[in-house]
C-alpha cells in the first residue's frame, strides 16, 4: 500500500565528495570552542569598557561637559577616540558657556577589561561681557519690532559670556 510519499532518491556521495565534507567539519569542530570564546567574552563584557568619574563641576558645568563627552565607549576602538578626546571635548562644553580657561586633568588607568578616567576640571573665572552695543542701520531703525528686540537683549554687561544667549537673541 502507498500512502501518496514519492520516494526519495539520492545520488550516492563520492569518496572524495565524502573526505571534502569530513575536512570542512573537522575544521568547523576545531573552530566552534573559539566561535564559542568570542561570543561568550562579548557577552560578559558587554556594555561600557570605559568608567568616567567627572569632578569639580557642578549644575549647568557639569550638564553641558557630560552631554560633550557623550555616551561611554562600547568597543576598544571607541574607547580610544573618547580617551583622546576628553580634554578637547571638556574645553568646548566649557567655552560654550564662558569658561575659556580651565584647568583639566585626566588620569586613565587601563584595568582590563573596563578602563578607569577619572577628571578633574576646575573651570577657572569666565569671561565677562565688558560692553554692550547692538546697532542697526537703515529704514529697520525706525521699526518697532527692531526698537522691541534692543529692549529685549538678554545680556547686560558683567554677565558672563554664555553662547546659548547669542544664539537666542
Known amino acids: 500500500s502507498t500512502t501518496g510519499a514519492l520516494p526519495c532518491l539520492q545520488r550516492p556521495a563520492s569518496p572524495r565528495r565524502v573526505r571534502r565534507v569530513s575536512a570542512h567539519m573537522s575544521r568547523a569542530a576545531r573552530l566552534l570552542p573559539l566561535v564559542l570564546l568570542w561570543l561568550l567574552h562579548g557577552e560578559v563584557f558587554a556594555g561600557p569598557l570605559l568608567d568616567v568619574s567627572l569632578t569639580g563641576l557642578e549644575g549647568e558645568l557639569k550638564e553641558n561637559a557630560l552631554a560633550w563627552l557623550g555616551a561611554p565607549p562600547e568597543t576598544a576602538q571607541e574607547r580610544l577616540i573618547y580617551v583622546v578626546s ?66 529685549d537683549v538678554p545680556f547686560t554687561q558683567g554677565d558672563v559670556l554664555h553662547h546659548g544667549q547669542f544664539e537666542t537673541f
Open 86 to 151: 576628553i580634554e578637547r571635548n571638556l574645553e568646548r562644553s566649557l567655552q560654550a558657556l564662558g569658561y575659556y580657561d580651565p584647568d583639566i586633568e585626566v588620569d586613565i588607568r587601563r584595568t582590563e577589561p573596563v578602563w578607569q578616567a577619572r577628571v578633574t576640571v576646575t573651570p577657572g573665572d569666565p569671561v565677562r561681557i565688558r560692553h554692550v552695543s547692538v546697532q542697526f542701520q537703515g529704514g529697520v531703525r525706525e521699526d518697532e519690532a527692531f526698537d522691541q528686540l534692543l529692549s
